[in-house]
């Protein structure tokens, strides 16, 4: 009994991680694809429209069935912080970030958005959200994890390395995206995706107040 309780807290515990990176792969697609219709010359706005008028109607019969009896009434106050979470998530941070990846690449922009974490531990940390105990491993841990993603963040706008010619790569699509690469520019795709990965981090803090 106590190894059937023992497996069933393990499962509960580690769900939560396992539907995370689940979640970072269907980014990584979403990226991917975004990338790529942008490149055939689709504007960001249109996408980001398509993207978010698909989800609506994917979603809305969960919303219907599922949530009905549980949704709480839907007060002045709610409704406008529920305009503030739209209006940082799908218009501010998406917009900047796909903005972000016309100037840059899908793993570019992915890659940046690990700052998210950060920022939000910031932000939660300064709004009093989240408690971090300076004289404890846990909290060093912390501070470090967010100094070392920050430092990250930087050199991945600031350096650049060399392109690297793989052996299953298409020679001239290597030579479209070299002479493409030569009119990015990087650092100002790297900002609109910092700014939009600040934004997202708001998009998530106020999710938890609401």
Same mark, same amino acid.
């Not at 009905?68 to 409704?79: S, Y």
């Given at each position: 009994?106590?190894?059937?309780?023992?497996?069933?807290q393990?499962y509960?515990n580690?769900?939560? *991680?396992f539907?995370?990176i689940?979640?970072?792969?269907? *980014?990584?697609?979403m990226?991917i694809?975004g990338k *790529?219709a942008?490149?055939?010359?689709m504007?960001?706005?249109?996408?980001i429209?398509?993207?978010?008028?698909?989800a609506?109607v994917?979603?809305?019969?969960f919303?219907?069935?599922?949530d009905r009896k549980r949704?709480?009434k839907?007060?002045f106050?709610?409704?406008?912080?529920? @305009?503030?979470?739209? #209006?940082?998530?799908?218009?501010?941070?998406q917009?900047?970030? *796909?903005?972000?990846?016309?100037?840059t690449?899908a793993?570019?922009a992915?890659a940046?958005?690990?700052?998210?974490? @950060?920022?939000?531990f910031?932000?939660?940390?300064i709004l009093?959200?989240?408690?971090?105990y #300076?004289r404890r491993l846990?909290?060093?841990a912390?501070?470090?994890?967010?100094m070392?993603?920050?430092?990250g963040?930087l050199l991945?706008?600031?350096v650049?390395?060399?392109?690297?010619?793989?052996?299953w790569?298409?020679?001239?699509a290597?030579?479209?995206?070299?002479?493409a690469?030569?009119k990015?520019?990087?650092t100002k795709?790297a900002l609109m995706?910092?700014?939009s990965?600040?934004?997202g981090s708001?998009?998530?803090?106020?999710q938890?107040?609401v």
């Amino acid at each position: 009994m106590s190894m059937e309780y023992s497996k069933t807290q393990l499962y509960k515990n580690v769900k939560p *991680y396992f539907l995370v990176i689940i979640l970072q792969f269907g *980014y990584a697609g979403m990226s991917i694809i975004g990338k *790529y219709a942008l490149n055939k010359g689709m504007s960001e706005h249109v996408f980001i429209a398509y993207q978010h008028a698909i989800a609506a109607v994917v979603i809305a019969p969960f919303a219907i069935v599922l949530d009905r009896k549980r949704t709480p009434k839907l007060t002045f106050c709610v409704f406008a912080k529920v @305009a503030l979470i739209a #209006l940082l998530g799908p218009v501010i941070n998406q917009n900047l970030f *796909y903005t972000g990846m016309k100037y840059t690449t899908a793993s570019f922009a992915r890659a940046m958005c690990n700052v998210i974490p @950060a920022f939000s531990f910031a932000m939660a940390w300064i709004l009093g959200l989240e408690k971090v105990y #300076l004289r404890r491993l846990r909290g060093q841990a912390k501070v470090f994890g967010t100094m070392v993603t920050v430092v990250g963040a930087l050199l991945m706008t600031l350096v650049r390395g060399p392109m690297f010619n793989l052996p299953w790569a298409n020679g001239n699509a290597h030579q479209e995206s070299t002479s493409a690469a030569n009119k990015q520019d990087i650092t100002k795709g790297a900002l609109m995706i910092l700014a939009s990965s600040l934004s997202g981090s708001g998009f998530f803090i106020l999710q938890v107040r609401v």
